[in-house]
């Protein structure tokens, strides 16, 4: 018989835990507990199953979270960066290069001039360099690695996936 819904829902919480506290690691002892063998091999299967849907869920999850905090960043950076150029517009204003509060005071300093692109195509050619860059050709490569070729630093492997599926009623095929 299969697992209750608590006790499959306990599991997986758990595995997640160990595996947020051991940074990603699987140990020794989770490894154990999930090795396939004749023992018990229905349940484990559905073990594997049930914790890449938790996974799964976990990572949209923090995928979601991740998104909304880099936009928390995003404007914050903002909102440093307008105050601070909003201090230099505001010093540069009245012509002072010091401005002094009761605890901070903020200084301009000249810097090395930058350069500002208003519009590149009018730019003259002498001012233009050549970016050559080389990158694989991965599809004449497999083709020719398909048809037997040996080319140094490359070869075709095998690769597989594991799809998972719902039992039908009854429990096998």
């Not at 506290?21 to 049930?50: F, V």
């Not at 995003?74 to 002094?100: F, G, P």
């Not at 630093?153 to 719902?166: D, I, P, Q, T």
Request: no cysteine.
């Amino acid at each position: 018989m299969g697992k209750t819904l608590q006790q499959i829902v306990g599991d997986e919480l758990s595995f997640i835990a160990q595996l947020i506290e051991n940074n990603g690691e699987i140990t020794e002892e989770m490894e154990a507990s999930m090795a396939l063998g004749e023992e018990n091999l229905p349940q484990k299967i559905d073990d594997y199953a049930y914790r890449i849907d938790r996974l799964a869920l976990e990572v949209s999850s923090l995928d979601k979270r991740k998104k909304e905090i880099e936009g928390i960043i995003k404007n914050l950076k903002n909102s440093q960066s307008w105050l601070k150029e909003n201090m230099k517009s505001s010093m540069l204003a009245l012509k002072k290069d010091r401005a002094d509060g009761n605890d901070f005071y903020f200084k301009l300093s000249s810097l090395k001039p930058k350069v500002n692109i208003e519009n590149d195509a009018e730019i003259p050619a002498i001012y233009m360099k050549e970016k050559i860059e080389a990158v694989i050709n991965i599809d004449l490569l497999k083709e020719d690695l398909t048809k037997g070729t040996i080319i140094p630093g490359a070869e075709l492997v095998n690769v597989w996936s594991v799809r998972k599926y719902v039992q039908k009623s009854g429990g096998k095929k």
